[in-house]
């Protein structure tokens, strides 16, 4: 295969059967969004966030890119925004791992770190974020750059909606039931929308950590876990409740134990979000014997964190 541009590696990834965890019941398969080219699933949002700020005429060539990110937005920004030619400066907590810094500045992109709140390194909290996301407000008003503010943007919706969902119904029509993990939304609700508008039957599952369930209890009882890119605590403002048909909830050392084992035994190197997608794959299953084919993501690559 030869494509012309590094953008046109953002999309088409494959379904494999997780063969080490489906049994002669289920097949449980996992999309490989890890393999796009800045490591994970968010490549698709940055993606579209940028052509559509340009189809609406709220970016130009030239102008900055701002945003507040821990690490994927960050990198697919990155990769993206050299190729529009818009110079990006990424916001981070100071707390976040050297990876994910080092991975950003590696792509071109600018990084500020900003003082944490509450948090400290390796554990970033929501007030961190929400400090860093004004930050990353007031430097775009500033400079007269696009705040991507990925939270409220719908474009990463679209994006899942418009490629993920249909590569997934393309590749196997057959499918009774879909899992993913919630940072933004984006993918859970980009994916769930479109498939359930082609088959109401599909089951679509959120996935949250154990103690930090707010769309399943509405409370927090601890808002740290291992599971980074998701269960920030907050509801997300495009969350759409009649999406999911279940919500499970995962811990962490199950979710660790998972995500060694996709490493260890299934030969995929990727991040705790992929375990804990696949863990509460496997919790889905058990629960319905009748579901044949579950596909879950596998979000992002093991190689951004320091501790896999
Ligand atoms: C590792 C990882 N997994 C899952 C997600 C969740 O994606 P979304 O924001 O589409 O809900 C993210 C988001 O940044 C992530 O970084």
């Not at 509801?235 to 996709?262: F, G, R, Y």
């Not at 509460?280 to 690559?301: G, P, Q």
């Amino acid at each position: 295969m030869i494509v012309q541009n590094v953008l046109r590696l953002i999309g088409n990834t494959p379904l494999v059967r997780l063969d080490r965890i489906s049994d002669n019941k289920v097949n449980i398969y996992g999309k490989l969004e890890f393999m796009l080219p800045g490591g994970s699933v968010k490549d698709r949002s940055a993606y579209q966030v940028i052509q559509d700020a340009y189809q609406s005429k709220r970016l130009k060539e030239g102008q900055w890119v701002v945003e507040m990110t821990s690490g994927n937005m960050g990198a697919g920004l990155a990769l993206v925004c050299k190729q529009f030619g818009n110079p990006f400066i990424a916001v981070m907590p100071k707390g976040n791992s050297p990876e994910r810094i080092k991975i950003i500045r590696s792509l071109g992109a600018e990084v500020i770190l900003t003082d944490q709140v509450n948090g400290f390194q390796g554990q970033v909290t929501g007030k961190d974020i929400a400090y860093a996301m004004k930050v990353a407000e007031d430097y775009a008003a500033d400079h007269k750059g696009f705040y991507v503010d990925q939270f409220n943007n719908p474009s990463s919706l679209k994006a899942h909606f418009e490629t993920t969902g249909p590569e997934i119904w393309n590749d196997l029509p057959d499918l009774d039931a879909f899992v993913a993990s919630i940072g933004t939304g984006g993918t859970f609700l980009g994916i769930s929308k479109f498939l359930k508008s082609i088959n109401s039957k599909i089951k679509c599952i959120a996935v949250e950590p154990e103690n930090a369930a707010i769309l399943k209890t509405g409370e927090i009882k601890n808002p740290k876990h291992i599971i980074q890119g998701t269960g920030y605590g907050l509801i997300p403002p495009h969350w759409d409740q009649s999406l999911a048909d279940e919500i499970i909830t995962v811990a962490d050392p199950e979710v660790e134990q998972m995500t060694k084992k996709l490493c260890f035994e299934q030969g995929l190197y990727v991040g705790y979000s992929s375990g804990a997608n696949v863990m509460a794959a496997v919790k889905y299953a058990r629960a319905h014997v009748k579901a044949k084919n579950i596909v879950t993501i596998l979000c992002d690559t093991g190689y951004k964190y320091s501790n896999l």
